[in-house]
Structures are given as C-alpha cells and as structure tokens.
C-alpha cells in the first residue's frame, strides 16, 4: 500500500506566502516525476508545477517566478513555496506522485484560500 498525504495549506492575505509538503510512504521502491495541481470551484484541474527525480522543474505561466517547486528524494517529499499569493491562486492543490512500477498516485487534497 502506498499513502500520499498534502499538507500546508490555510487561508492566508494576498501577497502572503504558504509552503505545501506532500509526503508518499509504503511500498516504495524509487519516484519518478512529482508534482503539484490545483482545481478550482467550477475549474479543471490544472498543472502548477512538477520535477523530474533529476531535479529538472516545469511551472504553470500563471505561477512562475511565484512558486517553487522543490523535493526531498530521501524522504519521498515534494514541496511548494508559494509567494506573492494572489486571490485567484485560490483552490484544491493536490499532489501526484509516479511511483516506480506502482504508477501515479493522487493525495486527497489541502485547500489553499487567498482572502483579505
């Protein structure tokens, strides 16, 4: 079995900053890419940001030069940094992690509100 936990998320002021983690534990034999996606009330979701297990990124043009994505390949984690947060980041982030032989797993989600 393999578990894929978020967390991080809250409400927080425009222009504020929030760090998102996703954890994978379990039967895990090696991680391939990962990465971080959002959906918003009434919205598909969409691709924020990934990395490769080389470390190489991809980010979403709404979210560049705002978001980091980064990840621990010791401790099966991914992170977001996210600065200079503007109400339309607002939504579900979700992290998705392809797991070697296993395939991709989704977590269940951690809400990321930007409200004054």
């Known amino acids: 079995q393999v578990q894929v936990v978020e967390s991080g998320g809250g409400l927080v002021q425009p222009g504020g900053s929030l760090r998102l983690s996703c954890a994978a534990s379990g039967s895990i034999f090696s991680i391939n890419a990962m990465g971080w996606y959002r959906q918003a009330p009434g919205k598909e979701r969409e691709l924020v940001a990934t990395i490769t297990s080389g470390g190489s990124t991809n980010y979403a043009d709404s979210v560049k030069g705002r978001f980091t994505i980064s990840r621990d390949n010791a401790k099966n984690t991914v992170y977001l940094q996210m600065n200079s947060l503007k109400p339309e980041d607002t939504a579900v982030y979700y992290c998705?992690?392809?797991?070697?032989?296993?395939?991709?797993?989704w977590g269940q989600g951690t809400q990321v509100t930007v409200s004054s």
């Open positions: 998705n992690v392809a797991i070697a032989i296993i395939g991709p797993r």
